[in-house]
């Protein structure tokens, strides 16, 4: 079966880093993706991991290990409206559907 | 704006009622999906169409049937929903079904009750 898993929750300081974890079991893998999604909003891309290591992009990082079945994302330099659910979501085949986690609710307080 | 586009953003309707809810992409994609949210569960997709033609269907009861006239517009026709059915409905969009290097491109949703 497939299970990906996420804390359900998160609060972190405004000016702080986060490291949001993912851990995944899947039956295969082609890639892992991040979204944000803000209450009331669609969720938007955030990243994509296809290989091992780190992806920077501006604040937004993610960082994947295949063998170890573990991503995460790391937010640095946080701001009061990066107070969104983030989820993780994984794709076994390049054809095949993306599977999400139940997401992380991350609360930025000043 | 994601340039995807779904209408009504709430629905209430009672068990007995059809409606149908409605997307448009503006972004010359070929695929599209249909996603359930449930408050403290993950998405969960429903319906996946490539080039107009389904693709999947995640084992959804038949009260909710799809409808993709063309590449543009995705359709989800709701007929004697129950309690459980009411959540955020959620389509969205990709260059193709695999969406391998690309990702989605998510509507804002229609939050749907049912009474």
């Known amino acids: 079966g497939q299970n990906i898993d996420q804390p359900t929750e998160m609060t972190a300081t405004e000016g702080a880093i986060v490291q949001i974890n993912c851990t995944y079991q899947?039956?295969?893998?082609?890639?892992l993706f991040w979204y944000q999604q803000h209450a009331g909003e669609a969720p938007t891309f955030l990243s994509y991991?296809?290989?091992?290591g780190l992806e920077e992009k501006g604040r937004f990082s993610s960082f994947l290990s295949r063998s170890k079945g573990y991503s995460y994302l790391l937010l640095k330099e946080l701001q009061m409206k990066d107070s969104a659910s983030y989820l993780c979501?994984?794709?076994?085949?390049?054809?095949?559907?993306?599977?999400f986690g139940p997401g992380t609710s991350l609360s930025v307080i000043p | 704006e994601t340039g995807v586009t779904q209408t009504p953003r709430h629905l209430v309707m009672g068990m007995t009622n059809k409606k149908s809810l409605k997307c448009e992409q503006h972004?010359?994609?070929?695929?599209m999906y249909w996603y359930k949210q449930s408050a403290k569960k993950p998405l969960e997709l429903m319906f996946v169409?490539?080039?107009?033609?389904?693709?999947e269907n995640n084992s959804v009861p038949s009260r909710f049937s799809p409808e993709c006239p063309n590449s543009s517009h995705l359709f989800l026709h709701l007929h004697t929903l129950q309690p459980e059915d009411s959540a955020l409905y959620l389509c969205?969009?990709?260059?193709?079904?695999?969406?391998?290097?690309?990702?989605?491109?998510f509507g804002e949703g229609s939050r749907l009750t049912v009474l």
């Open positions: 969205a969009s990709s260059q193709d079904r695999g969406a391998g290097t690309g990702e989605l491109f």
């Open positions: 899947t039956s295969g893998f082609n890639g």
């Open positions: 991991n296809v290989l091992d």
């Open positions: 979501a994984v794709q076994k085949t390049s054809y095949d559907k993306v599977i």
């Open positions: 972004l010359g994609h070929n695929a």
């Open positions: 169409y490539n080039f107009k033609e389904q693709t």
